[in-house]
């Protein structure tokens, strides 16, 4: 698995939500994301480990 950054509208695809669905995660901590400027950016193993956490 790569340490890929993805963005905001990548992740929404994956997860197959909204984009402002993506930013509530972010905001409240369920999906760590980084700062580059205005955007944030999500690492690809970050959303696995999201994805996996529900299956658990």
């Given amino acids: 698995m ?3 950054l ?3 509208n990548e ?3 994956i997860l197959r939500v909204s984009n402002m669905t ?3 995660l972010v ?3 369920q999906l760590p994301a980084i700062r580059v ?3 944030y950016r999500i690492k690809e193993t970050d959303v696995d ?3 996996n956490r529900g299956s658990e």
Wanted: aromatic share 10%; glycine share 4%.
């Fill in 22 to 24: 993506v930013y509530r």
């Fill in 49 to 51: 480990r999201y994805l």
């Fill in 2 to 4: 790569s340490n890929k």
């Fill in 37 to 39: 400027g205005k955007n």
């Fill in 11 to 13: 992740v929404a695809k």
């Fill in 6 to 8: 993805l963005t905001v």
């Fill in 27 to 29: 905001k409240s901590k």
